[in-house]
């Protein structure tokens, strides 16, 4: 993800100065006024995104956000402030991964949706990472031996155990019990 953009929400007279000096930034500008509009935030049109308010928003956006102080500051500073966020947000972008309408975090070891979040195991997300990797089912036999490195030999319910239980937090959380599918075949995302 290489598009990078500072939305600026409730500040337009800082919108109005940055926007004169846009030319000079390595990322893209927006304005945005309300809520909504943060709500309904598109990480494929925005990419790695900076809010930068003084108004309160959603506690979910809090590593997306910068908060401006109250008291005048120099452009220069708060640009240098802005591409300082922006590149932790990169760092931390590289460790997420967008599945159907879920964030999973390889960091924090969480899945996300809208403003709930999901712990997982190390397991969990393997099984969700190698699922995510196919649109094809996937067999139990190659996720004992890609997942757990088993060799499809062993006798054992733990893929099916593990499936239902990711399936059964998953459920609870998001009220999805579409996220894992069976089929004849075996698993797949939905």
């Known amino acids: 993800m290489n598009k990078q953009s500072l939305i600026i929400f409730n500040i337009p007279v800082l919108f109005n100065i940055l926007k004169e000096i846009k030319n000079t930034f390595n990322f893209d500008l927006f ?11 598109d990480e494929v049109k925005y990419g790695n995104y900076l809010i930068l308010t003084n108004s309160k928003i959603p506690e979910y956006f809090n590593s997306r956000s910068m908060h401006m102080n109250k008291s005048p500051e120099k452009i220069n500073d708060i640009v ?12 931390l972008n590289q460790s997420e991964i967008i599945i159907n309408k879920f964030q999973l975090d390889l960091n924090s070891r969480t899945i996300s949706y809208k403003n709930k979040i999901l712990k997982l195991t190390e397991r969990e997300i ?22 757990w490195g088993h060799g499809a030999e062993l006798e054992t319910h733990t893929v099916e155990t ?13 009220n999805d019990d579409k996220f894992i599918i069976s089929t004849e075949e075996g698993y ?3």
């Not at 309300?34 to 935030?41: A, F, P």
């Not at 393997?126 to 997942?147: A, F, H, M, P």
């Open 31 to 41: 304005e945005f006024r309300n809520l909504k509009e943060l709500d309904n935030i």
């Open 80 to 91: 240098e402030k802005i591409n300082v966020n922006l590149l932790k947000n990169k760092f």
């Open 126 to 147: 393997d099984i969700i990472l190698y699922l995510g990797k196919s649109n094809n089912s996937q067999k139990i036999e190659t996720l004992q031996k890609e997942v």
């Open 162 to 174: 593990h499936i239902y239980r990711l399936r059964k937090k998953i459920k609870e959380t998001f």
């Open 188 to 190: 797949k995302l939905s």
